[in-house]
């Protein structure tokens, strides 16, 4: 259980009222959902998975071969959000 989760249950007993209880739940689907992205991200960045590929600007992995490959996507994506 990770500090997160200790947290997000102390705040399952102090919400008070339907407002505070629908906040909880879309909160609790955004984090699954986050949790599950990031396996997809640490499955395909994994130097041990031979099947899954990426096709990134050079530059950008140029650029973060120490960052990383969500240091790539984060160069490709600011590369695309200029290009219009």
Same mark, same amino acid.
């Given at each position: 259980?990770s ?7 102390g ?12 906040l /909880?739940?879309?909160?609790e689907? @955004?984090?699954?959902?986050?949790r599950k992205? %990031?396996?997809r991200? *640490?499955?395909?960045? +994994?130097?041990?998975q031979?099947?899954?590929?990426v096709m /990134?600007?050079?530059?950008?992995? @140029? ?6 490959l %969500?240091?790539?996507? *984060?160069?490709a994506m +600011? ?6």
């Amino acid at each position: 259980m990770s500090i997160l989760d200790i947290k997000m249950a102390g705040w399952k007993e102090s919400v008070t009222g339907l407002e505070d209880a629908a906040l /909880l739940v879309k909160a609790e689907d @955004e984090l699954k959902e986050l949790r599950k992205d %990031r396996a997809r991200l *640490d499955w395909l960045a +994994s130097t041990e998975q031979i099947i899954g590929n990426v096709m /990134l600007p050079t530059e950008c992995v @140029e650029k973060n071969l120490d960052g990383g490959l %969500r240091g790539m996507i *984060d160069c490709a994506m +600011s590369i695309s959000s200029n290009v219009k």
